[in-house]
């Protein structure tokens, strides 16, 4: 509750210049520069604020046991991750409802090519839902396989885990 109500106020605060841009009359580039910029401005609070919880997860473990340490990172990561996809969400919202918007106000489309466009992102963005959805259920059970292996050394499970993120970066750059 409290991080949905620090990310209104952060929303808040970063629209108030994009409404007045917009009320000043700003030509089109601008609204669309600043929708941009507010946007990727948002992305990096939350992205900010993802670190300083996991900060604060790694300093509010320290002295519990193994099991503990498992379970509440475990936690973490489920809520962490229900979280970044509402704010996915969210922003996609957004998105589509400028588009529509910028859509709308463009005479030189007619209403199948402004219908077509809508539904081109629409399905993209189901795509690449689908995309993280499926990483992240890999990365769970690959986390799950590496904790529960007792014959593996922390050293050796760091090294798993960099040679799956690695591979995982490689799948991404393709998937671009």
Same mark, same amino acid.
Request: glycine share 4%; hydrophobic share 30%.
């Given at each position: ?7 209104? =106020? ?6 108030? &210049?994009? %409404?007045?841009?917009? %009320? @000043? ?19 990096? *609070?939350?992205? $900010? ?11 509010? =473990? ?8 498992? %379970? %509440?990172?475990?936690?973490?990561? *489920?809520? #962490?991750? #229900? +979280? !970044?996809?509402?704010?996915?969400? /969210?922003?996609? @919202?957004?998105?589509?409802?400028? =588009? ?6 463009? &005479? ?6 402004? +219908? ?7 399905? #993209?963005? $189901? ?16 986390? +799950?396989?590496?904790?529960?292996? &007792?014959?593996?050394? /922390?050293?050796? !499970? $760091?090294?798993?885990? !960099?040679?799956?993120?690695? +591979? #995982? ?6 998937? !671009?």
């Amino acid at each position: 509750m409290k991080k949905i109500t620090v990310y209104s =106020l952060v929303v808040g605060l970063l629209l108030f &210049p994009v %409404a007045v841009a917009l %009320a @000043q009359g700003k030509g089109t580039g601008a609204r669309t520069s600043g929708f941009h910029q507010q946007q990727r401005q948002e992305r990096q *609070a939350f992205q $900010k604020q993802e670190g300083q919880e996991r900060k604060d997860l790694r300093e509010s =473990l320290q002295g519990k046991t193994s099991e503990e340490k498992q %379970a %509440a990172i475990k936690e973490f990561h *489920a809520e #962490q991750s #229900q +979280e !970044r996809k509402a704010f996915n969400q /969210q922003q996609h @919202q957004e998105n589509m409802n400028f =588009l529509k918007q910028r859509l709308a106000n463009n &005479p030189k489309l007619t209403d199948a090519q402004k +219908e077509e466009l809508s539904n081109l992102f629409e399905n #993209q963005y $189901k795509k690449n839902v689908s995309f993280r959805n499926t990483q992240h259920s890999e990365n769970v059970a690959f986390f +799950e396989q590496v904790a529960n292996n &007792p014959n593996m050394t /922390q050293e050796q !499970r $760091k090294k798993a885990i !960099r040679a799956h993120f690695q +591979e #995982q970066k490689t799948e991404n750059k393709e998937k !671009r």
